[in-house]
T-cell receptor, first 114, second 118 residues
């Protein structure tokens, strides 16, 4: 079975400080992992993806994530938060199990304080 | 590239009426499209998967007669909410996988449609 756990429902940081959004997954198959960002009343924008290549993945807007198989984690980081980063972030796992299955995490709301 | 559009972006309808939401892949052909529903402050819930030219596969608990999905071409899928009720009010998001993307798990998401049933 596949599952995704985003360990924090909300994270609050000050502008200019590092961001860490945590994601753990469980999968019986080799997964592809994604981080998406959603601003209010908007669709999802892909930040970055891991698809069995380099374990450290760099995405847009300064975000990056590291795939750690031993820890079954795919945490999202950014060295310095910007006010515009305030949004909802979703960790997503996709696997091919005969069909094609995608599992969304519950989401983490990022607040950025001035 | 890989842009997905939805129309309308926002719709209000009266209880008992039907409303159609379109999802289009603008610069690629999408063999498979997905329809999600999102309640406020919650994650996305997959409603159904539609493959071009065949019937949609609905997730458990989703009423197929209420949420009619048509995927008549490689660039267009529609979701029709029939006999809408206030509890159908939600944010509906579609996504698409590119044709030939056998090994690519990436989905491209539309901007969403806010449905309000009065």
């Amino acid at each position: 079975a596949q599952s995704v756990t985003q360990l924090d429902s909300h994270v609050s940081v000050s502008e200019g400080t590092p961001v860490l959004l945590r994601c753990n997954y469980s999968s019986s198959y080799s997964p592809s992992l994604f981080w998406y960002v959603q601003h209010p009343n908007k669709g999802l924008q892909l930040l970055l993806k891991y698809t069995s290549a380099a374990t450290l993945v760099k995405g847009i807007n300064g975000f990056e994530a590291e795939f750690k198989k031993s820890e079954t984690s795919f945490h999202l980081t950014k060295p310095s938060a910007h006010m515009s980063d305030a949004a909802e972030y979703f960790c997503v796992v996709s696997v091919r199990t005969g069909g094609f299955k995608t599992i969304f995490g519950a989401g983490t709301r990022l607040f950025v304080k001035a | 590239g890989a842009v997905v559009s939805q129309h309308p972006s926002w719709v209000i309808c009266k209880s008992g009426t039907s409303v159609k939401i379109e999802c289009r892949s603008l610069d690629f052909q999408a063999t498979t499209m997905f329809w999600y529903r999102q309640f406020p402050k919650q994650s996305l819930m997959l409603m159904a998967t539609s493959n071009e030219g065949s019937k949609a596969t609905y997730e458990q608990g989703v009423e197929k007669d209420k949420f009619l999905i048509n995927h008549a071409s490689l660039t267009l899928s529609t979701l029709t909410v029939t006999s809408a009720h206030p509890e159908d009010s939600s944010f509906y998001i579609c996504s698409a996988r590119a044709q030939g993307a056998f090994t690519s798990y990436e989905q491209y998401f539309g901007p969403g449609t806010r449905l309000t049933v009065t």
